[in-house]
């Protein structure tokens, strides 16, 4: 190997080390659910470097938003794909429900939580902003039907029906971590009982 070639390969391995850190700093911060959090400049300081340095490896806010997203959906992958194929309804049901209940709690969901609110709501004008990060965010949505259909294809539901309570449940099981963190009196493990049976009952019918 020549020398050019070695301190190439090493730069590359500082480049790549430097991207994951400047990710990964981003993602606490966001956590944090400051709204301020949602800043280049603040994302920026959090790492420790100029907005130059952000700049070089995202190319902008947008491509930084971006990246910060689709790190978030390759840790957290298509959960529906992972349930066995020879479970009944309720226990897949079950699991998707208890799963993105889990899921949601983490650091990587308030920081999706924390970056979704500081973007704009309209469609058209986050598109025109951030065009990345909304192909990254428009993204999901197939992903997660498509694995929806998956988990249930050997049950005979109709896809219509499936494709209904995919889009229910992400919305209902926000709802219920939304009560856990203001300290709900509700019994929220009922709440999720009571959402998957409403789900069985409906594929079932």
């Known amino acids: 190997m020549t020398e050019a070639g ?6 590359n391995k500082r480049g790549l080390a430097t991207r994951e850190s400047m990710l990964e700093a981003a993602l606490r911060a966001l956590a944090s ?18 907005w130059g340095v952000v700049k070089y490896q995202f190319g902008d806010i947008d491509g930084l938003w971006a990246a910060v997203l689709h ?5 957290r992958g298509d959960l529906p794909v992972r349930i ?6 309720r226990e897949r ?5 208890e799963g993105m209940y889990a899921g949601l709690s983490t650091t990587d969901a308030r920081a999706i939580e924390t970056l979704r609110a500081a973007l704009p709501r309209n469609h058209a004008e986050l598109e025109r902003l951030y ?13 997660w039907q498509n ?16 494709r ?12 219920i971590v939304s009560e856990q963190q203001l300290g709900s009196y509700s019994d929220l493990d009922e709440a999720r009982r009571g959402l998957v049976n409403a789900i069985v009952a409906y594929l079932e019918s």
């Open 131 to 143: 065009p990345r990060t909304a192909a990254e965010l428009a993204s999901w949505q197939p992903l």
């Open 93 to 97: 049901v079950t699991e998707i429900v």
């Open 6 to 11: 070695a301190t190439g390969r090493r730069s």
């Open 84 to 89: 066995g194929t020879g479970a009944g309804l």
């Open 147 to 162: 694995a929806c259909q998956h988990a249930f294809a050997d049950l005979n539901i109709e896809p219509a029906r499936i």
């Open 164 to 175: 209904e309570i995919a889009t229910l449940i992400p919305g209902a099981v926000r709802g």
């Open 33 to 50: 659910g400051d709204p301020a959090a949602a800043s280049g400049n603040r994302i920026a300081k959090e790492i420790g470097a100029t």
């Open 71 to 75: 790190r978030t959906a390759e840790r």
